[in-house]
């Protein structure tokens, strides 16, 4: 089954420990993205690959880190969460077709609460 | 920068009718995509219909269309015979490279 995994699904964690939200895709999709949910505000793209060993900031990078090293993995980590990156996070993975990125797959999303 | 707007944050629509949700953007490129997704109480992101800048024709997927002028930067999305699992978030996003979602609206289908 074609799908995007995210794992942990929920997290309570505590101010400073460094915590990392794994993300896997299936689809041999080169593009590959980060985002945070908040109420009234949408999903705000964090981090974003266009391939392998590419990365780009997405409008609210601050306090993240990614990584690429191969296709089908983009881990999130937090070296050091602070209560405001209590959030919703989403994965999502897409091809891409006439040089523009194309229809995103999600994953189910990591629930994340930093104390 | 580019900007994605939805300006009602809350619709409500009687089982069966028609409701028009609205998005208008704000970028300089010429070649992007459009979507709007759905977002059900799961929290699972369900793409509902996809619009390629270039494409002149206005995306339609069964009861779901889009009314996108290009000029006036704004991309609405139309249900018709509304249903009750059509209760969700729906958010409009403008893709390149970098994607951009709207607010989004919490759409209610009342029986």
């Known amino acids: 089954e074609a799908q995007v995994t995210q794992n942990p699904r929920y997290l309570i964690t505590v101010t400073g420990k460094k915590l990392t939200v794994t993300c896997s895709q299936n689809m041999n999709h080169e593009y590959m993205s980060w985002y945070r949910q908040d109420p009234g505000l949408g999903l705000r793209q964090i981090y974003y690959s266009m391939n392998v060993e590419v990365t780009d900031k997405g409008d609210v990078p601050e306090g993240y880190k990614v990584s690429r090293k191969e296709k089908r993995n983009f881990p999130l980590i937090l070296e050091s969460p602070s209560p405001n990156q209590t959030s919703l996070y989403f994965c999502?993975?897409?091809?891409?077709?006439?040089?523009?990125?194309?229809?995103?797959?999600f994953g189910p999303g990591t629930r994340l609460t930093v104390l | 920068a580019q900007t994605v707007t939805q300006s009602q944050p809350e619709m409500s629509v009687q089982e069966a009718e028609t409701v028009t949700l609205s998005c208008t953007y704000d970028t300089s490129e010429s070649n992007y995509y459009l979507f709007w997704y759905k977002q059900p109480p799961s929290r699972q992101m369900i793409l509902v219909i996809r619009?390629?800048?270039?494409?002149?024709q206005n995306a339609t997927e069964n009861r779901f269309s889009v009314n996108f002028q290009k000029a006036a930067k704004s991309f609405s999305l139309k249900i018709s015979d509304s249903q009750l699992g059509d209760t969700a978030m729906y958010f409009c996003a403008f893709m390149t490279d970098k994607v951009i979602f709207g607010p989004g609206t919490s759409l209610s289908v009342i029986p």
């Open positions: 619009q390629e800048a270039y494409k002149q």
């Open positions: 999502a993975s897409s091809p891409r077709s006439s040089g523009r990125v194309d229809e995103q797959f």
